[in-house]
Nanobody, 129 residues
Framework: QVQLVESGGGLVQPGDSLRLSCAASGRTFNRYNIRYMGWFRQTPGKERESVAAINWSGQSTYYADSVKGRFTISRDNIKNMVYLQMNSLAPEDTAVYYC???????????????????WGQGTQVTVSS
């Protein structure tokens, strides 16, 4: 099993920045041939939506239109960490943010939460003045 633990959420004001971290379970993580590591977010009553994803090598990144130019996803495969740097936060970014891993068989595109096999417990991000 791959275990994912998010951290870094909190309450910030509009325009502020936050960096979310996702720690993946160590020794066995690399054996799972993870294709994408993704960040998703969800607010009450709404479907989980994609935010960003990164492939295993880190050479390809993907972003939802709503966060392009403001958010940056990165990863450190030595530390088994994935990060989401969020700048210029706005109230509409308020959500629970989840880290997810896409393992074989690869069933969908980077932005489809149904294609991800492992999920963290989520971290709350609240943007409010």
């Amino acid at each position: 099993q791959v275990q994912l633990v998010e951290s870094g959420g909190g309450l910030v004001q509009p325009g502020d920045s936050l960096r979310l971290s996702c720690a993946a379970s160590g020794r066995t993580f690399n054996r799972y041939n993870i294709r994408y590591m993704g960040w998703f977010r969800q607010t009450p009553g709404k479907e989980r939506e994609s935010v960003a994803a990164i492939n295993w090598s880190g050479q390809s990144t993907y972003y939802a239109d709503s966060v392009k130019g403001r958010f940056t996803i990165s990863r450190d495969n030595i530390k088994n960490m994935v990060y989401l740097q969020m700048n210029s936060l706005a109230p509409e970014d308020t959500a629970v943010y989840y880290c997810a891993a896409d393992a074989p068989p690869y069933r969908s595109t980077w932005g489809d939460p149904l294609g991800y096999d492992y999920w963290g417990q989520g971290t709350q991000v609240t943007v409010s003045s």
